[in-house]
Nanobody, 116 residues
Framework: VQLQASGGGSVQAGDSLRLSCAASGRSISSYDMGWFRHVPGKPREFVAAIKSTSSNAYYEDSVKGRFTISRDNAKNTLYLQMNSLKPEDTALYYC??????????WGKGTLVTVSS
């Protein structure tokens, strides 16, 4: 499977962005999916995850109430709606596919820059 994240950009604090992760080569419908972010010089950070059936979603504490993860299995696409963005949300955002041993496929990232 190939994962391609898009939708990043440069915004002001308080703005919103919607990230998309389009999967190709194989359906993601049976897999849990997640979003992660990375700032150079810091460890990669979990942002959000969603079960294959969309029955449950999980969030890193700092994004709870501001970010919403969702998926459209018919479109083979994962989303991350980001509202009330803060400068500390600035990072390269990645989508990834879950497996029993962790995340097994990673997409290329999309850069989000939030200025104050």
């Amino acid at each position: 499977v190939q994962l391609q994240a898009s939708g990043g950009g440069s915004v002001q604090a308080g703005d919103s962005l919607r990230l998309s992760c389009a999967a190709s080569g194989r359906s993601i419908s049976s897999y849990d999916m997640g979003w992660f972010r990375h700032v150079p010089g810091k460890p990669r950070e979990f942002v959000a995850a969603i079960k294959s059936t969309s029955s449950n979603a999980y969030y890193e504490d700092s994004v709870k109430g501001r970010f919403t993860i969702s998926r459209d299995n018919a479109k083979n696409t994962l989303y991350l709606q980001m509202n009330s963005l803060k400068p500390e949300d600035t990072a390269l955002y990645y989508c990834a596919r879950g497996s029993s041993g962790g995340m097994d496929y990673w997409g290329k990232g999309t850069l989000v820059t939030v200025s104050s």
